[in-house]
């Protein structure tokens, strides 16, 4: 039982980690993909369970496919944080945000806002939002920071921490209309920038962002937004965004 235990955990963990190393990961993230794809989960079981039904297993290798399935499971999340220490990853999300922070202006002593659109077609709304309650007001002017943080999936990790190569298109995109209104409210004569990076949690990042760079408000579409920010003492407006009106249906036939 014991060596067929160790066949099947080293038969799945070295194949993940040495297709990792093929494709050019490092020997921690290629174990980490080795360990990942040990993890047997539910699915053997039900194919111990159907074969012994059939008679395709005897009750012995029934026993051994129980085991594997408890310890490749209990085995996965351990060994997951000693490849991939939640030390590196937070350090990889120190690295994201104060790379994204670095070239912005420094205070000027006005309001700092960030507004964060959950959507393009959101960010016309909350750029005349903040429009209408910072410009014109006596005193310093306001300094704004558009932000949109695309999710990356859950079991993804920071840019430039686990794969190089992370496909940054919807960053890109997100820019592209992020951009245009940063420029309408410099045309207005104030600083305006906009920041982009993807993220396994948008939510927490985006306060933690709005916080390293000093905001006082923040102008928002997304209610989960808008509780994230106010965790951290930001004073949050929530730009209203109409939604669509639904289509009337087709009259009935008689």
């Not at 190569?165 to 104030?190: F, H, N, Y």
């Not at 937004?225 to 289509?247: F, K, M, N, Y």
């Amino acid at each position: 039982i014991l060596v067929f235990l160790a066949f099947m955990i080293a038969g799945k963990w070295f194949v993940g980690a040495a297709a990792g190393r093929a494709v050019g990961l490092n020997s921690k993230e290629a174990n980490t993909i080795g360990v990942l794809m040990n993890c047997r989960g539910l699915m053997i079981l039900v194919v111990a369970i159907v074969a012994s039904q059939f008679g395709g297993i005897t009750p012995e290798m029934r026993v051994v496919f129980a085991l594997g399935a408890i310890v490749t499971t209990m085995m996965t999340g351990p060994l997951v944080d000693v490849f991939l220490p939640k030390r590196d990853v937070e350090e990889e999300r120190e690295k994201s945000i104060g790379g994204s922070l670095a070239a912005l202006p420094a205070m000027t002593g006005g309001p700092r806002v960030v507004i964060a659109p959950a959507e393009p077609g959101d960010a016309a709304v909350a750029v005349s939002a903040a429009v209408e309650r910072f410009l014109g007001r006596e005193g310093p002017a306001p300094q704004f920071l558009l932000v949109n943080l695309p999710e990356l999936s859950p079991e993804g990790d920071y840019v430039g921490a686990m794969i190089e190569t992370v496909d940054t298109r919807a960053e890109t995109q997100a820019l592209g209309w992020l951009g245009p209104a940063a420029d309408r409210l410099a045309a207005a004569g104030v600083d305006a920038d906009a920041v982009a990076f993807q993220t396994p949690d948008p939510e927490g990042d985006l306060a933690k962002l709005a916080a390293d760079w000093g905001a006082t408000d923040a102008v928002v579409t997304a209610d989960e937004d808008a509780r994230a920010l106010e965790s951290e003492g930001i004073r949050v407006h929530r730009a209203q965004v109409t939604p669509p009106e639904p289509v009337a249906a087709a009259p009935e036939r008689v």
